[in-house]
């Protein structure tokens, strides 16, 4: 258990529809990373926030969007989904930014199927 | 940009036998390396890291060796063993990238007993 909780676990929903992923960090950890996985592109960086502030951006879709509280939960919502979305979403969390030599902590992910 | 290629997408391995996992990179920049394993439904889980001013590193079973002038990094792990049938991902970062991690495909390891 890496201390990184997300929920929920599987969600099935249609084209066109909005979701929400949630993640809790590890306690302590000030970064939030999202990431998504799919078969054929594997693991890709989406974002991450930094105590609140988003630090860096990857390859995420302007339909995507991420914020990271005050208690540093972070929300991924994903909008106008595409049958292409269908990925596993992983939140992954560390003590300090992506400068620093800390690694990150895989949460379990949150299986997304659009149908 | 930074591209990274893993040499073999599966491996089979003999339990008790070492095993060699391969990763390439393309950015000579590269400065931090990392392997994580992911086990069947769930997370990538973090193995080893080496940071580009170092060749080797061990931890327990596993060392990583990082050759920087052909840009390769690899895993090995001692005695394998079952639990350790998993996908291998190697992970690299660069400072022109925002310092983010790209991830290599993944090799799927598979232990016969």
């Known amino acids: 258990d890496s201390g990184v909780t997300q929920t929920p676990k599987h969600l099935i929903t249609a084209t066109g529809q909005r979701v929400t992923l949630r993640c809790s960090p590890r306690s302590g950890d000030l970064s939030v990373y999202w990431y998504q996985q799919s078969l054929d592109q594997g693991l890709q960086f989406l974002i991450q926030y930094y105590n609140g502030e988003e630090r860096a951006k990857g390859n995420i879709l302007e339909r995507f969007s991420a914020q990271q509280f005050p208690d540093l939960h972070s929300e991924l919502n994903l909008s106008s989904l595409e049958l292409g979305d269908s990925a596993l979403y992983f939140c992954?969390?560390?003590?300090?930014?992506?400068?620093?030599?800390?690694?990150?902590?895989f949460g379990p992910g949150t299986r997304l199927t659009v149908l | 940009g930074e591209s990274v290629g893993l040499h073999l997408p599966t491996l089979s391995v003999q339990e008790g036998d070492n095993s060699i996992i391969n990763c390439a990179y393309s950015?000579?920049?590269?400065?931090?390396f990392i392997w994580y394993k992911q086990e069947s439904g769930k997370g990538p889980q973090f193995i080893i890291d080496i940071r580009s001013n170092m060749d080797k590193r061990q931890g327990q079973r596993v060392t990583v060796l990082l050759n920087k002038t052909v840009k390769h990094l690899s895993l090995q792990i001692a005695a394998t063993q079952p639990g350790d049938s998993a996908v291998y991902f190697c992970a690299v970062r660069w400072r022109g990238n925002d310092y983010k991690l790209s991830f290599g495909a993944g090799t799927t390891v598979t232990v016969r007993a």
């Open positions: 992954a969390s560390s003590v300090d930014g992506l400068s620093s030599y800390n690694e990150q902590f």
């Open positions: 950015n000579s920049a590269s400065d931090y």
